[in-house]
């Protein structure tokens, strides 16, 4: 089956650790993105890949780092340089900047909690 | 810069009411627009899609008439269930530069039985 899938679901991290939220889709799609998402509000947009080794910051991309080093793989790194890591993180894939209509696929989300 | 507005929740209604969750935009461009609907813990799932002005998106049940006049893609239902419950999001997203999806803030919809 064809789909997007990030992992773990659940993630714990104590305060000043680097942690990594794995996603990967084999829908073959060229764009990626990560979404933050708070209790009670939107989607914020982190970072985003249109093409293998090329990715831009978002809207919040401080303390935040990516890869694409494989057109299946966009894992996001949480620094310790994040202040406020707790949160609900997903991942999504999407064709080019192709056709009109052309939606975005979304992951089951990542639940990241510092203790 | 491109922009969408939602109506702010909760919104609750009992079963078999009518839905309306209101939607404006604001694009340089000529946006594609999109509902998508998330259930609790899970990520976020294509419910309906318009590409082009007057085009009409529909899906189980739900649909939302592309405005360009008005800016707005409006979500309705005519009677909805229980298991509508869930966070409903406004998106939009611009083929003319970077592939960026834009979303709006959300709303969440309860069904009363």
């Known amino acids: 089956d064809g789909g997007i899938t990030q992992s773990p679901k659940y993630l714990f991290r104590k305060e000043g650790q680097n942690v990594t939220l794995s996603c990967e889709q084999n829908?073959?799609?060229?764009?990626m993105y990560w979404y933050r998402q708070d209790p009670g509000q939107g989607l914020r947009l982190i970072y985003y890949?249109?093409?293998?080794?090329?990715?831009q910051k978002g809207d919040i991309a401080e303390g935040y780092s990516v890869s694409r080093e494989k057109k299946e793989s966009f894992p996001l790194t949480v620094t310790s340089a994040q202040k406020n890591p707790t949160a609900f993180y997903l991942c999504?894939?999407?064709?080019?900047?192709?056709?009109?209509?052309?939606?975005?696929?979304f992951g089951q989300g990542t639940r990241l909690t510092v203790v | 810069g491109d922009s969408v507005t939602q109506m702010e929740g909760p919104v609750t209604l009992s079963e078999e009411a009518f839905l309306t969750i209101n939607c404006t935009y604001t694009?340089?461009?000529?946006?594609?627009l999109f509902w998508y609907v998330q259930y609790p813990g899970e990520g976020l799932q294509l419910l309906l899609k318009?590409?082009?002005?007057?085009d009409k998106g529909s899906n189980k049940g739900f649909e939302a008439t592309y405005r360009k006049e008005t800016t707005s893609f409006h979500l309705e239902k005519g009677s909805v269930q229980v298991s509508d419950s869930a966070v409903y999001f406004c998106?939009?997203?611009?083929?003319?530069?970077?592939?960026?999806?834009?979303f709006g803030s959300g709303t969440r919809l309860s069904i009363r039985p």
């Open positions: 318009a590409t082009k002005a007057d």
């Open positions: 694009a340089t461009g000529y946006p594609s």
């Open positions: 890949s249109q093409i293998v080794n090329d990715f």
């Open positions: 829908l073959n799609h060229d764009a």
């Open positions: 998106a939009l997203r611009l083929y003319s530069s970077a592939s960026k999806i834009i």
């Open positions: 999504a894939s999407s064709a080019g900047t192709g056709a009109p209509g052309t939606e975005a696929f």
